[in-house]
T-cell receptor, first 117, second 114 residues
Framework: AQKITQTQPGMFVQEKEAVTLDCTYD???????LFWYKQPSSGEMIFLIY??????QNATEGRYSLNFQKARKSANLVISASQLGDSAMYFC??????????????FGAGTRLAVHP | SAVISQKPSRDICQRGTSLTIQCQVD?????MFWYRQQPGQSLTLIAT?????????ESGFVIDKFPISRPNLTFSTLTVSNMSPEDSSIYLC???????????FGPGTRLTVT
């Protein structure tokens, strides 16, 4: 069975510094996708970044990058130059991407990030 | 990227009543999903909304409690039936884009049952 583990319930960082949010996963599938979402206090889920298991390069989207280490089954999110607006809950998620199956996401428990001025 | 809207954004309901949540996507999408997020918890998949057929429910969720419709490729509804305070949660609609890579969420419906 697939499983996502986020071991940091809370993190804080100084404004303008970089922060890494940890995510490890467990799956027996060869083809899968990894996601990070941001959830501010308003409750919406904001898509940040996606990494496919067969993608050779680490995914990047602006200030967000995904440090994908397949052998270690980790998919850490790196936020560079933190801003006050980055304070939110962050969820790591994964899904099986075998053809023919339906693609449901499973989520980790989340990490609450606080950015301090 | 798909833009997803949900109605209502929030509601306060009495126990024993039902609420229908609407989800509209601005483009045709292959798959749509409904998730529940209980207070202080992560997201849990309720069901996959299948166009033109019955939804596929996850373990612990049943059609009588959470009937779902998906009449076309851009719209779905979730009904929370015979509500109890334990149903107080954020309900989120989600959709896969046509390339089946990125998955987007609606803004959520914050439900409180008294």
């Amino acid at each position: 069975a697939q499983k996502i583990t986020q071991t940091q319930p809370g993190m804080f960082v100084q404004e303008k510094e970089a922060v890494t949010l940890d995510c490890t996963y467990d799956t027996s599938d060869q083809s899968y996708g990894l996601f990070w979402y941001k959830q501010p206090s308003s409750g919406e889920m904001i898509f940040l970044i996606y990494q496919g298991s067969y993608d050779e390069q680490n995914a990047t989207e602006g200030r967000y990058s995904l440090n994908f280490q397949k052998a270690r089954k980790s998919a850490n999110l790196v936020i560079s130059a933190s801003q006050l607006g980055d304070s939110a809950m962050y969820f790591c998620a994964m899904r099986d991407e075998l053809s023919g199956g339906y693609n449901k996401l499973i989520f980790g428990a989340g990490t609450r990030l606080a950015v301090h001025p | 990227s798909a833009v997803i809207s949900q109605k209502p954004s929030r509601d306060i309901c009495q126990r024993g009543t039902s609420l229908t949540i609407q989800c509209q996507v601005d483009s045709q999408v292959t798959m749509m999903f409904w998730y529940r997020q209980q207070p202080g918890q992560s997201l849990t998949l309720i069901a996959t909304a299948n166009q033109g057929s019955e939804a596929t429910y996850e373990s612990g969720f049943v059609i009588d409690k959470f009937p779902i419709s998906r009449p076309n490729l851009t719209f779905s509804t979730l009904t929370v039936s015979n509500m109890s305070p334990e149903d107080s949660s954020i309900y989120l609609c989600s959709a896969l884009d046509s390339a089946l890579r990125e998955q987007y969420f609606g803004p959520g419906t914050r439900l409180t049952v008294t």
